[in-house]
């Protein structure tokens, strides 16, 4: 036993160096992996991307020795300029290579400075800081790879060569000179050197069906050889271990609980954590190895485009660089124009109603906003024209500044909307000074021309001295002459460019002094302004139009502002408040009512649209200026009467009695119908005369004599005319015994006027069967039945055209509200007069552009045209608006 003891120690021990021999080594192997991998893994393989540059500058000196017939030596001295040492240092170097591409007219040489310098150090192989000729001359040297067996020949000619041997797959060859192709057979031959032999002569590279034979060896290439036959011999080692351990740990399963075997068992399960460790460093490092080798090959990918790149980027910060400076000037001026407008959009309240000079800071706001909208036009442009230049592409340089003018662009939008909100805070302090003084300066003027007993026209007629339009400064002038009314003068100006830019037109001087209000709650009119005092003569509705006679005027003692105002209803003058104080308002501002003809309209002399006088017909597209109403015309009822005409027996609906109660038919007891056949004789002695003919039942006759009672006979007899062939004669209309022939008929009416026989009820734009004349017959088959009427709205208007004053109906959309303000939809000419053949063109119109009618709009020909004034830049003249082709 004590022998057997001592062997068991002995095995033990020997095994547990064994095992911690293996696993040591295991873990050195993983390590040295580790090591090997760290230039791809740490470094991600950056001196392998320098020596790909390398190899790529290589190629190209080799084409440009070749164009310039240079040798290597030759090129060299070019490198180094001649200094005479025989070497060139880094500036010099760097500084040839930043100008190479443009010498040799490669852009795949086009390195950043940092590549340019990297690869100086990579040629610098003895790195004493300078480039030898040595150096220069190792950067041409290229090894290749066996890929396929191919024959080695001794010259460059297939057809003339002759076999020297072979080389085998995976033989490595040094390159004694470029490839070239041979034309004759299509293929890329090469003159090398065999490495392990030193055996020369002529090898196809590449076959003319693009069979690669020989394959460059890169660094990365070499590289990644060595460092896979390390992962695969650390694999084997890690592997073989563990197997080792598995291996012993089986064969001292059955050693016991105790003795060394048993502890020696022990102490290869703690070994065995270390090899798992290590086998799973080594995975992970496999795994990164994977992972780096595709980043790698991406950026191996990269660095060959990395010409394009450098050059896109050089493109693309060329079109940034040009289209953010005119952003950033436009966004200057921008800020210009928000610095401007400060002190008029600072201001609120009373500091507000106070500045005295708002018509300066607007008009050098408007002056640089048209300016900056011009620049962001411009500049929006170029930034669509550089997009054009772009192009459509979804990576690189390009696509990155394709980003950045999509940023430049949203900032050109934001610009914009800074700018029209500073010019619509301008415009709104400028808007709220000129509200503070417009109803002020309305009623001045109003009271001015009521107090002198002048018209509004003639008042406009003598502040424009004979021209179409009052000066402002005529106007300024006038109201600065008026009690009452404290303005500034740039307020003033001010107030009139509210009116009109350029020149006060007629229409706009009118709606200075005729101020309108609609009624948008129903309120009172009373008969004093104060509401202490007043009495209520009546309500004024929703939707009624006033024109205001005085005011308006504010009472202190309940905080109300009211007008004087006169209803274009009824005419009813009176005082109504314009807004509660609590804010509700009543009544809000208005244009001057006017209305456009959409279809033929008539106008007539007075309101009631009966019996009055046609005056004329509006024409399509004539406008009128509303003078009164609009006002309902209330009818009667009608009766009317389903009839057949005596005469021909036609049948149709009648009116009896019209709207106005005038009566056009009444019943007639003349009209006789027989109720049994009965004779018409020639004499009215019934014993002495000639039947003429026999009337048959339900015929009608007329009376013409009597009733006469034949009293020998005992007869009732009327002389009488049939209705059917106008027959006369005497006919019996009550026997001696009592018998009815014919008796008065109640259905028959008489047209005492002439009257329309329609086919329905209902008489409102009905077409008439015929005319039933006066003194015709008809009998009613059924009614009378009343018929109403709707309604009807009428205004009072004057046209335009030729200042005709009368009634015209409003029915369905015949007339619309107008406005004297239209936009162009379709590019036009303007013409000096209304004949568009025969006038010359003042300007073009262009569409969108908004124009004031002056005159018209009337009809020339086919051809609807007016006179208009156009609001940006006051020019006057006559466009067509509708064409013959409407």
């Not at 992996?33 to 190209?60: K, R």
């Not at 909208?373 to 054009?388: D, P, V, Y």
């Not at 024409?619 to 609009?630: F, I, Y």
């Not at 006789?672 to 048959?696: F, G, H, P, W």
């Amino acid at each position: 036993k004590v022998i057997t003891d001592n062997e068991q120690k002995f095995a033990s021990k020997k095994l547990l160096a064994e095992a911690t021999a293996l696993v040591e080594a295991s873990e050195a192997e993983v390590s040295k992996a580790a090591g090997s991998c760290a230039p791809l893994i740490e470094n991600g393989g950056m001196d392998f991307l320098v020596a790909t540059s390398v190899q790529t500058l290589a190629g190209v000196f080799r084409d440009y020795m070749v164009e310039k017939d240079l040798t290597e030596e030759s090129l060299f001295k070019q490198v180094s300029d001649s200094n005479g040492e025989g070497k060139v240092q880094q500036d010099a170097f760097v500084t040839y290579l930043e100008n190479l591409p443009a010498i040799t007219k490669r852009e795949e040489i086009t390195f950043t400075q940092e590549r340019r310098v990297a690869i100086f150090n990579h040629v610098d192989a003895d790195k004493d800081g300078a480039i030898n000729l040595a150096d220069f001359k190792q950067m041409f040297k290229r090894q290749f790879i066996c890929k396929q067996q191919i024959t080695l020949t001794d010259v460059f000619e297939i057809a003339k060569s002759k076999t020297k041997g072979k080389v085998d797959l995976n033989v490595v060859v040094e390159a004694l000179g470029n490839p070239k192709k041979d034309e004759s057979t299509g293929m890329t031959r090469l003159e090398c050197k065999l490495v392990s032999s030193g055996k020369t002569g002529f090898v196809t590279m590449l076959g003319n069906g693009g069979t690669v034979f020989l394959e460059e060896i890169t660094p990365f290439m070499t590289f990644a050889t060595e460092m896979d036959k390390t992962l695969e011999k650390a694999l084997k080692v890690v592997t073989d271990t563990s197997n080792f351990l598995k291996l012993k740990a089986a064969d001292l399963t059955k050693a016991g609980m105790k003795g060394p075997l048993a502890d020696a068992r022990n102490e290869l399960a703690k070994l065995r954590p270390k090899i798992t460790v290590a086998s799973a460093n080594l995975d992970q490092l496999k795994k990164k190895v994977m992972l780096s080798k595709r980043e790698y090959a991406k950026k191996e990918e990269a660095e060959k485009n990395a010409h394009i790149e450098i050059r896109e980027r050089k493109v693309a910060d060329a079109i940034l660089s040009e289209a953010a400076a005119k952003v950033e000037a436009t966004e200057a001026a921008g800020k210009e124009l928000e610095d401007v407008a400060l002190p008029l959009t600072s201001l609120q309240g009373a500091e507000l109603d106070a500045f005295a000079t708002p018509l300066s800071v607007l008009e050098a706001a408007e002056r640089l906003q048209a300016s900056t909208k011009e620049n962001i036009t411009q500049t929006r442009a170029a930034l669509k024209e550089q997009h054009a230049k772009i192009g459509k592409v979804a990576k690189g340089p390009m696509f990155d500044a394709k980003l950045e003018l999509t940023k430049l662009e949203s900032r050109l939008g934001a610009l914009e909307r800074k700018v029209s909100a500073c010019m619509e805070a301008a415009c709104n302090a400028c808007q709220s000074i000129v509200d503070a003084r417009f109803s002020t300066a309305s009623a001045c003027l109003r009271e001015e021309f009521t107090r002198r007993t002048v018209t509004p026209e003639e008042l406009f007629a003598e502040l424009a001295q004979g021209e179409d339009r009052i000066a402002h400064e005529s106007l300024c002038k006038y109201l600065d002459s008026l009690d009452g009314l404290n303005l500034q003068p740039e307020q003033a100006q001010l107030l009139c460019r509210h009116i009109e830019v350029g020149g006060i037109g007629k229409r706009k001087f009118l709606s200075l002094l005729q101020q309108y209000f609609v009624v948008v709650r129903s309120i009172a009119i009373t008969d004093a302004p104060e509401i202490s005092k007043a009495k209520t003569i009546r309500k004024a509705e929703a939707d009624e139009v006033l024109e205001v006679v005085e005011g308006p005027r504010t009472d202190s003692k309940v905080g109300l502002t009211r007008v004087k105002g006169k209803s274009l209803i009824d005419g009813q003058v009176g005082w109504i408040t314009v807004c509660g104080n609590q804010g509700t308002p009543f009544l809000q501002e208005m244009e001057k009512p006017y209305y456009s003809c959409k279809e033929e309209v008539v106008l007539q002399s007075e309101f009631p649209s009966d019996n009055t006088e046609d005056m004329r017909t509006l024409r399509q597209d004539e406008v009128l200026e509303l003078v009164e109403g609009p006002r309902k015309e209330i009818f009667g009822k009608a009766s009317r009467v389903r009839g057949k005409a005596v005469s021909d027996g036609v049948t149709g609906w009648f009116t009896v009695k019209d709207s106005k109660g005038t009566v056009i038919a009444e019943p007639d007891g003349q009209y006789y119908s027989c109720t049994t056949s009965v004779a018409m004789t020639d004499e009215q002695d019934i014993r002495n005369c000639n039947v003429v003919r026999k009337l048959v039942e339900s015929e009608v006759f007329t009376v013409l004599e009597g009733p006469v009672q034949d009293k020998e006979a005992g007869i009732t007899r009327v002389k009488g005319k049939a209705t059917k062939d106008e027959q006369e004669g005497w006919i019996t209309i009550k026997g001696n015994a009592g018998t009815i022939y014919a008796q008065a008929s109640s259905k028959h009416y008489s047209v005492v006027e002439d009257v329309a026989l329609h086919k329905q009820f209902s008489s409102v734009d009905a077409e008439p069967i015929r005319i039933l004349e006066k003194g015709e017959a008809v009998q009613a088959m059924e009614g009378p039945r009343e018929e109403s009427f709707p309604p009807q709205v009428r205004v009072k208007g004057k046209a335009l055209s030729d200042g005709m004053v009368g009634w015209v109906t409003l029915k369905g959309d015949n007339l619309q509200p107008w406005s004297p303000y239209f936009t162009c939809v379709k590019a036009t000419s303007m013409q000096d007069g209304p004949a568009s053949e025969t006038s010359a063109e003042v300007r073009p119109v262009e569409r969108g552009e908004t124009v004031e009618l002056l005159e018209g709009p009337l009809r020339e020909g086919e051809e609807t045209r007016m006179k208009i004034r156009s609001e940006k830049d006051g020019c006057i003249g006559w466009v067509t608006q509708k064409s013959g082709q409407g």
